[in-house]
């Protein structure tokens, strides 16, 4: 069999070239091994070229990045070396008294002068960064401080949000706050930052408290012993605004709360953050 494969390897083939013209054809006789080796070699050829592009254009991106990235921190070091240069002349001029001394203090040389329109162009839009960040962090700072967050007071849920059987009717009705039980007296302290928009009594609701936070938040707070506050009051957070009594239509001592937003009753459940009881 060996000799056969061999054989058929060292059996010469005939390569024949026609031009295309009157000329003879040329023959070429060489070995089907040589033919084989000269495919193989042409695939390895391909491949490796092949990589060696590939390679070749990642360099060419990465360079383009680094090339960006080394430039942007060139014309920081620019910025901070021309706020050093700025420093250093003020420093000098605040250093003398007179007039003729601040003067002859000041450098007009072009050599190292600063560029102080491009400065102040860099410098103006560092300030509009910033103020956009203080800007940002002020909205949220204000949605966080309306947001209700944490207990009224301190106790346990008598009765949760949702359907449920009236105490007093004994019929089904949709509960819009959550009846948090205490003893009588106990502060109640208002869940968010706020303006004192009613303080009174509510019929059924007895004492009722309602502070408008912004943002669509309002929260109520009702069957209170006694009121602390009066519309118009400035709160915030942890405030006392009234204290747990059982006025109104109730069946014993509690706050009922509730959470409102985009003007609709929400679930006070997810604003009762665990540990600020």
Request: hydrophobic share 35%; aromatic share 10%; proline share 4%.
């Amino acid at each position: 069999m060996w000799r056969k494969v061999f054989k058929r390897l060292f059996t010469s083939v005939t390569i024949m070239f026609v031009p295309h013209s009157s000329s003879k054809p040329v023959r070429l006789r060489v070995p089907a091994l040589v033919l084989i080796q000269v495919a193989v070699l042409s695939i390895v050829g391909g491949v490796y070229i092949y990589n060696v592009t590939v390679d070749a254009i990642r360099y060419k991106e990465t360079k383009k990045e680094l090339d960006y990235y080394t430039g942007e921190f060139n014309d920081l070091k620019s910025t901070i070396s021309a706020l050093k240069e700025a420093q250093t002349e003020f420093d000098k001029l605040f250093s003398v008294d007179s007039k003729e001394e601040v003067l002859e203090s000041m450098n007009f040389s072009d050599a190292g002068a600063i560029d102080m329109e491009v400065l102040r162009q860099q410098i103006n839009k560092t300030i509009d960064n910033v103020g956009e960040i203080k800007d940002y962090l002020s909205q949220q700072r204000d949605l966080f401080m309306a947001t209700p967050r944490g207990w009224p007071v301190s106790g346990w849920i008598s009765s949760g949000f949702g359907y449920r059987t009236h105490p007093i009717t004994g019929k089904r009705d949709f509960h819009t706050g959550v009846d948090i039980s205490q003893d009588p007296g106990t502060a109640i302290r208002a869940t968010a930052d706020g303006i004192v928009s009613f303080a009174g009594w509510s019929g059924a609701n007895g004492r009722l408290v309602a502070i408008e936070h912004g943002h669509g938040f309002r929260t109520y707070y009702a069957h209170n012993k006694k009121i602390n506050v009066k519309v118009g009051d400035v709160v915030q957070r942890g405030d006392i605004i009234a204290y747990l009594g059982s006025t109104g239509r109730s069946t014993g001592p509690h706050v009922h709360y509730e959470v409102w937003k985009d003007g609709k009753p929400v679930n006070p459940t997810s604003y009762l953050i665990a540990g600020a009881k």
